[in-house]
């Protein structure tokens, strides 16, 4: 689990090497552009989108067809506060034969799909093992990459219950609307591959022409409730952790606990946020960071003077769309147990199932003022506090 110094420097040169340059890589997918070049962290999608045009908006309500046109909301998010909600909004609706949903993705998306798998057939696997890259070694880890059925659009606009329908990441549909028309009554589950734990959600679809028990109005209203109960039970997640609970560790120092994400409402909202960021403690103190997010993984990682690692690396294909392979520097632990500035250091993701495990310590030998940030929802340990999820601890004499 521990690199050397050396292995990790071969290793972080072998990353940069394969690791293309991001925008080249997504003009050659059709120009997704400035918005998808972060497409795997919060944060950066969030710069991002704030110089994007918004995106095309479908007409809401009946055509001249009769049929009409609907709109489910895909998660939610209070930014300033670093808060997720992990929902579809509202989580069931019920519509006609012929009715197309606009899964609306909202200015801030989060990273989510909208998936309809065929009826009776699981979903795509998000992450699979590389289906080109050679065995693994004994004793390493295989290369995992994004399945391509998951990341990317499959199966066109219309659902039947016959066959897959994914919008893919949101990240890569370049602003482009999702709507889905609905020809079959039937009862259809759906879920968001990425958070899949959490993130399901039904439509129902009468026969043509029935008496519809609601209006969009009224989901709208539902919907915004349903957020509302999302995002408070998410801050109060938050205020559980306010302080970190000091314990006794060895010959007297102290070790400081961090709450590494917290989770409410049975996990749909995420607090993006390590609890508290700032900690102060003597050298010679270790910190051990919990993870309190259920599904939801989060890292631990402090640079050492090292560039910050892609989690994603994009290798352009000579047909079709990149592949996305997962970086097994920031999937799994690096660094030793001290840390005092030098070298990078990192949990790997941390969850129940996950290569961190759901607590990871580390103790401050020097010091000084520790940057950190979560790889997944922070650009680097540079980002404001607040902004992203980002740490400092300070070590005093
Ligand atoms: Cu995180």
Redesign the pocket.
Known sequence: MIDSRAALAARIARAQVRRMDRRDVLRRMGGLGLAVAGAAT?GRSAHAHQDGTPPATPTLGERPDGTRVWRVIVGGMAMEELLEAQAFFPGEITINAGDTIFFDFGQMPGFHTVTFPAVGEEPPAFQMPDPAATPAAAGEPPTLVYNPEAAFPVGGETYDGTALVNSGVVFFREGAPFSVTFPEPGEYEYLCIPHAAVMRARVIVQEAGSELPMEQADYDALAEEQLAAILDAGRAAAEEYTEAAATPGADGATVHEVT??AAGADGQAQV?RFLPEEVTIKAGDTVRWVHR?AH????VTFLGGEEAPEDVIFEPQPAGPPRLVQNNMTLFPQGGDVYNGEGFTNSGFMGEEMPGGTEYELTFDTPGEYGYY?????GGPEDPIGQA?VGRITVTE
């Open positions: 919060l590494n994400g993006l997010s939801e993984p989060h890292t979560c790889i997944l929802h922070a999820m």
